[in-house]
T-cell receptor, first 114, second 113 residues
Framework: KAGVTQTPRYLIKTRGQQVTLSCSPI?????VSWYQQTPGQGLQFLFE???????NKGNFPGRFSGRQFSNSRSEMNVSTLELGDSALYLC?????????????FGEGSRLTVL | AQSVTQPDIHITVSEGASLELRCNYS??????LFWYVQSPGQGLQLLLK??????LVQGIKGFEAEFKRSQSSFNLRKPSVHWSDAAEYFC???????????FGSGTRLSIRP
């Protein structure tokens, strides 16, 4: 089974721009979660989608949004980029049908905002 | 609210020595607990998980963890570390909201040759 695939792996943007990150989950997984990882804040939960619906949301501003498609692939978008948005964005998939599901992580998309 | 504390930011141990990484959690009920490992430039990989039952759980790569309810702890152990164990280790707890896993701040493990 192929793992979780995130694209792009690296990208550089400037302040004020927007960015879209993509995540393809493991085949059969219906839940996709997004995390932001920074040296100072660690792993912060952004949101989780299950069957095209946002099921959970972290404490991030509205500039951070996401969606999930019918094939379970997910995208997250960050608008009006700020320097502090520079981070590793990790996507994780799971079956999503129980409270005890293991998360399978992709390798992340490293965003640098200049 | 659920939370996870990893009190050690960075630990260095000699190759072949034993290892214990500390994790304390705050949770109102029986928690679902996890340990994940992140190698440089990689995503996170699950080492082991505790849901219920035996409080000593075995994981991959020779790791084990013990759940102690009285101490609200879930410490990770390995009897003899290898250089390839150098990585960052995250303790995590599943929140009462389904599919929201809360991570600790991580412990970076370095191995001394």
């Amino acid at each position: 089974k192929a793992g979780v695939t995130q694209t792009p792996r690296y990208l550089i943007k400037t302040r004020g721009q927007q960015v879209t990150l993509s995540c393809s989950p493991i085949s059969g997984h219906r839940s996709v979660s997004w995390y932001q990882q920074t040296p100072g804040q660690g792993l912060q939960f952004l949101f989780e989608y299950f069957s095209e619906t946002q099921r959970n949301k972290g404490n991030f501003p509205g500039r951070f949004s996401g969606r999930q498609f019918s094939n379970s692939r997910s995208e997250m978008n960050v608008s009006t980029l700020e320097l502090g948005d520079s981070a590793l964005y990790l996507c994780a998939s799971s079956e999503g049908t129980s409270n005890t599901g293991e998360l399978f992580f992709g390798e992340g998309s490293r965003l640098t905002v200049l | 609210a659920q939370s996870v504390t990893q009190p050690d930011i960075h630990i260095t141990v000699s190759e072949g020595a034993s290892l214990e990484l500390r994790c304390n959690y705050s949770y109102g009920a029986t928690p679902y607990l996890f340990w994940y490992v992140q190698s440089p430039g990689q995503g996170l990989q699950l080492l082991l998980k505790y849901f219920s039952g035996d409080t000593l759980v075995q994981g991959i790569k020779g790791f084990e963890a013990e759940f102690k309810r009285s101490q609200s702890s879930f410490n990770l152990r390995k009897p003899s570390v290898h250089w390839s164990d150098a990585a960052e280790y995250f303790c995590a707890v599943e929140s009462t909201s389904a599919s929201k896993i809360i991570f600790g701040s991580g412990t970076r493990l370095s191995i001394r040759p």
